[in-house]
């Protein structure tokens, strides 16, 4: 059978019907239903975001280790996470979306970058906060969340 | 008698006064085979992901809401899903089996999505990949011969293309609003991926089209104006004449995309490359025929 014209009007009712259910299922799922989707990405424009990313403190003196800095005072290079095979979108998720770090959670983010990899050195694994600040600028401070070191990892005192 | 509306953008979509070409057919079988290896490729990277990484779901997604998947965490489960996803794939590429089996491959392709991203993050550059499953599903089970599958595949892959790009115009119009174009927007974002590339890299260096939006809230400003307009005007690839100059846009877009975010659409872009120009004029220059076991296929 050809595509003809009544075959094209078939083919239109059948988009419907599939849009019917497309709008259907995204509708009850919070806008993804994949394929299915609205497409939100960068929809909501200016709010303030948190990533996170390692920062190499291992000269930094122990009083200074917690201490919140800008991102152009950071006191350490940053760890290039994915030459250790860590997904930095995973890797931020898991850090910005976690409330509560229990034992567990420490323990995976250690299991995550291996004590082999971490060795002599100290590595800050860091919240990053990006926000507006007045009309023109936009303001970036590293906050220290916890401390991976060979033997193990240790939350910020301060955050409890 | 007069045509509806919808009777216009089906005719547009699917050209039903314009005769079968061989190269027509070539065509489709090659964008099948496209599509059928990122697919394959997508399905094995998010097993191989899954089993190496997912320990809980954060997140559950589509049919993750009703159904534990972390059950497919262990026991190589995941991998032997996209086992099964590539060899009915197979089967499909080679119209061997029952007309309902590409669904099957869009399930299955579904549940690994879900599987691998229930971890936070929703991303969305396999989704027009799995679009053009579904489409290829839904013309093997109603449209089914050389006759009518390339038309209605192509057609309702182009629909929902563009129904996708409008739908993120107004995600951003109800998201935030009209002033969403603001440049200063931007400057989040770009601060905001910069922070993942320093993480990933080690190292970031903003290029030249950041530096300038960086330095002018007018210039970002444009930056973000020419692709909400371009999302907005992404329905009229609908209509066949409209279509490449639409589909230029998109993909200037999704350049600048890149260059301005550090965001890449590779799949995204080549089938925007793909089924946004008439391929098939080409190779209808070079080939008058084809054999008929490769008209099986179609």
Redesign the interface.
Known sequence: ?????L???R??K???V?LIMYAALVAS?E?????????????????P?T????LDVTNVPDDELWNRTP?EQKPG???????FGV????????VS?TDEWTTARLD?MHIMFGAQNIAHHRWMVSK?H???VG??S?T?EIQPLILLTEEGSILNPHIR | MKEKW??N???N????DRS?TPGELIFFKLFELFVAGYTIRFVWEWAL?TQI?N?EV?LP??IA?YLDVSIFFTHHLSLILAGITTILIFFCFLRTGPKWLYMVVLLLF?LL??IRFS??????S??????S??CFA?GAW??P?K??MP??VL??II?FIGL??T??FF??L???GIH?F?G??L???I??KS??I??????YEPNFLQQLALKS?SVASIILLFGWFTELIGFTMWWKKLRPYTTALLIGMHFGITLVMNIRFDAFVIQLFLVGFPWYLLIDRFVKSTPAKFEKWI
């Open positions: 059978m050809r595509m003809n014209h075959e094209s009007k083919g239109m059948i988009i419907g599939i799922h806008g993804e239903f994949w394929p299915f989707s609205i497409y939100p990405m960068f929809s909501q424009a200016g709010n975001w990533r996170a990313m390692v991102l290079n940053a760890v290039p996470v994915g030459q997904d930095q979108i995973d890797f931020s998720n898991f979306k995976a990053v990006g926000r507006m009309t023109d936009v970036v | 919808y009777e953008i089906g005719r979509l699917f050209e039903p079968i992901y990484r320990v954060v997604l589509g809401n579904h999505y879900v971890q936070g993050e929703i991303p969305h396999q989704n027009l990949i799995g679009m499953v579904f839904i109603f449209f011969g006759e009518r038309r209605f057609g309702s629909f996708g790009y739908s993120a995600s951003k109800i998201g935030t969403w603001d200063r927007h400057w989040l974002w601060s905001e922070i993942d320093l993480s990933r890299e080690g190292i809230t």
